[in-house]
């Protein structure tokens, strides 16, 4: 059974920046691809950023590119991801997926989901 788990998530203000962590169980963990995603109040869920197993692969949404890093500590079992500049539009619950298989933390069709960590951004 694939456990996730995120944390991190907390008030910040436009301009700041924080990082969320992110750890799933079950599997070695380099097999895994994970990714983060974002839902904002209202509006559909978002894909925000993925990473390899191995790490040597990264994807990022487009509203983020610039802004946030994602990265992976294959021997602490943790995936992060730094967010720099942050807007007020960057408010929303961010999860954290997992997979064996990239395409299936890109696409968002994986069954393993971590509960969620709040972001708000404040101006």
């Known amino acids: 059974q694939v456990q996730v788990l995120e944390f991190g998530g907390r008030l910040v203000q436009a301009g700041g920046s924080l990082r969320l962590s992110c750890t799933a169980s079950g599997r070695p963990f380099s097999t895994y691809a994970m990714g983060w995603f974002r839902q904002a109040p209202g509006k559909e869920r978002e894909f925000v950023a993925a990473?390899?197993?191995?790490?040597?692969?990264?994807y990022y949404g487009d509203s983020v590119k610039g802004r946030f890093t994602i990265s992976r500590t294959n021997a602490k079992n943790t995936v992060s991801l730094q967010m720099n500049s942050l807007k007020l539009e960057d408010t929303a619950v961010y999860y954290c997926a997992v997979d064996e298989s990239m395409d299936a933390v890109v696409s968002a069709i994986t069954a393993y989901w971590g509960q969620g960590t709040q972001v708000t951004v404040s101006s």
């Open positions: 990473i390899s197993g191995s790490g040597g692969s990264t």
